[in-house]
């Protein structure tokens, strides 16, 4: 597997190719971005968002859409990497069982990605969990 980081504008012919892992939130934030890609409704998007921020767990918008996402609070609030560690191997159990995709986008900008956070990503796709995945890039902002 290799894993990289890159800016959108690095990443953006081949965007199509990946299954996008962000934070839930609506508005000025990747889930929207990504989700008006697809033609995803306002309401699908906050409905969405909402069950994902409810439960406390990653969700996924498959096979509607190649979108996932973990709750908000771990990436608005909590600022942890070690939380969303977790639920990043939350998202690869569903991948591993559901999904099956082969390359992930990580879009965790808020508008920056902190370092703290490229470090539990990295630690969680070289977990035994993301078996199946080729490549994943964590976007950043340049």
Do not use: W
């Not at 000025?28 to 439960?55: C, Q």
């Not at 969700?59 to 979108?67: F, K, T």
């Not at 191997?89 to 956070?117: E, Y």
Request: proline content about 5%.
């Amino acid at each position: 597997m290799t894993i990289t980081c890159a800016s959108e504008d690095q990443i953006r012919a081949r965007i199509g190719e990946f299954h996008i892992l962000t934070y839930a939130e609506v508005g000025f934030a990747p889930l929207s971005i990504h989700g008006e890609r697809y033609e995803l409704s306002t309401d699908l998007l906050k409905s969405f968002a909402d069950a994902v921020n409810d439960k406390g767990e990653s969700g996924s918008l498959h096979p509607r859409a190649p979108i996932s996402a973990v709750p908000r609070q771990v990436i608005r609030d909590r600022v942890d990497g070690a939380a969303l560690t977790l639920q990043i191997l939350d998202f690869l159990g569903a991948n591993r069982r559901a999904i099956r995709a082969k390359r992930v986008l990580c879009d965790f900008c808020t508008p920056r990605i902190s370092p703290n956070f490229v470090a539990a990503i990295e630690e969680a796709m070289r977990s035994p969990e993301a078996v199946g995945i080729d490549e994943v890039v964590i976007m950043v902002h340049h």
